[in-house]
């Protein structure tokens, strides 16, 4: 099992910090990156001429190998709606069809398709979320409703950011491809924790960013495309997405067919250097450590904390149902009120969504940050 990586973090031993699915610290060594890049951006003159090109290629290679996809397979985007909103742009969603979204899923992977309903003439359906739990079952049943449209699309996250719960996007994916319709995946709770190998799963397009679980900046996310979907046409229009269009050429607009692979898609202003070099920093440290060795450290985590809230008046999901690394309480008599308050006033950090305390450990946490929840938890919850 990886051992506790608090060293690396600037994290005060009496701060207990359990909400990485908001937004993780920065390793000392990204933040590191952070301030030297500054000091770069300070001196631009001194950067060799392909000093950009070499940083968005380290961020991107780096995002490709923590979903086992190839580098140009994958495209520098700002955020995960970005993102969603590239696919809105390149899937053709036929009329009379319908696409999948989970009940209360994020914004990003939803709205997209909600707003392009009406005038594109296809219907929503909504996943329920399922009173036992069990995401993949109820997304399962969605897709092979036979009195439905046809299905065009899901685009549905992972692991459900408000309950936690997760989902097997390798069954939902083949039965997906079964039906001949595109697969979306918003992986913001997935990528860099549990395995993902988009080789072996085919999604039409996996999104993640990294201000979260895989210990970066905002601003900084990534898009694996897959080659069926790398002819479309970008959501905004830059040089760097056409075979020839340079600056330093003596003729600007040379050749303006765009490129051949999902670089095609990457944002404007992509040599932003100072967050592609922390996303990059980050996300090799994910990968050094390795998504066996997370999971199992951070499922000890919150098998030890479901343990210790065990005989408390609160619903735990079932483990085999939920992602390793989030637990989420829920309150059959309603959250407590000003819980989230409470718990921080005594420096213990975790987040209410939607009526649930959810609890996210990450690398730096250690079984003194869940015993010490477990105390303050029985003390302030009454
Ligand atoms: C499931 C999920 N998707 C996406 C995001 C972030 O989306 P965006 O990068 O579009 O702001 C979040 C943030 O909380 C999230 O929980």
């Known amino acids: ?33 952070g301030r030297g890049a500054v000091a770069r951006k300070g001196q631009p003159w001194m950067l060799p001429a392909d000093f950009a090109t070499a940083q968005h290629e380290r961020a991107r290679k780096a995002a490709a190998a923590l979903i086992g996809a190839d580098p140009g397979d994958v495209a520098l985007i700002p955020s995960v709606g970005y993102g969603v909103s590239t696919a809105g742009k390149v899937l053709p969603i036929e009329r009379g069809s319908r696409v999948i979204v989970l009940e209360n899923d994020h914004t990003s992977p939803v709205l997209e398709w909600v707003g392009r309903a009406e005038t594109g003439g296809f219907t929503i359906e909504t996943v329920r979320q399922p009173t036992d739990g069990d995401w993949t079952s109820a997304v399962l049943e969605a897709i092979g409703r036979r009195d439905a449209a046809p299905l ?18 390798a069954r939902i994916g083949a039965t997906l491809k079964h039906q001949g319709a595109a697969f979306l995946i ?3 709770h997935d990528v860099g924790v549990r395995r993902i190998d988009v080789k072996a799963l085919d999604p039409d397009f996996l999104i993640f960013p990294t201000y979260k679980w895989v210990l970066g900046p905002y601003g900084r996310a990534f898009m694996y495309v897959a080659k069926r979907r790398q002819a479309g046409t970008p959501l905004e229009q830059t040089a760097a997405a056409r075979k020839a269009v340079s600056a330093e050429d003596t003729v600007y607009f040379r050749d303006l067919a765009y490129r051949e692979d ?7 202003e992509r040599d932003h250097f100072i967050s592609m070099e ?6 090799e440290m994910m990968a050094g450590w390795g998504n066996e060795a997370i999971v199992e450290r951070l499922s000890m985590l919150t098998g030890k904390l479901a343990e210790g809230l065990g005989n408390l008046d609160i619903r735990l999901p079932e483990t085999k149902l ?23 006033a005594e420096n213990v950090h ?13 690398v730096y946490n250690d079984e003194e940050d869940i015993e010490r929840f477990v105390d303050v938890f029985r003390k302030v919850a009454g």
């Open 1 to 33: 099992m990886l051992p506790c990586q608090r060293a690396l973090f600037d994290m005060p031993r009496d701060v207990c910090f359990l909400n990485a699915a908001s937004w993780s610290p920065l390793p000392r060594a990204v933040q590191e990156a």
């Open 152 to 169: 065009a699309l899901a685009s549905i996250s992972s692991v459900h950011w408000s309950d936690g719960g997760a989902l097997d996007v």
């Open 186 to 188: 918003d992986a913001t």
């Open 262 to 268: 999902a670089r095609r898609y990457d944002m404007g």
């Open 278 to 283: 922390m996303a990059a920093i980050g996300m």
């Open 322 to 344: 939920r992602a390793p690394h989030i637990l989420s309480l829920g309150f059959p008599k309603g959250m407590p009120e000003d819980l989230p308050k409470r718990l921080a």
């Open 350 to 362: 975790a987040a209410p969504r939607l009526g649930r305390l959810r609890i996210s450990p990450h």
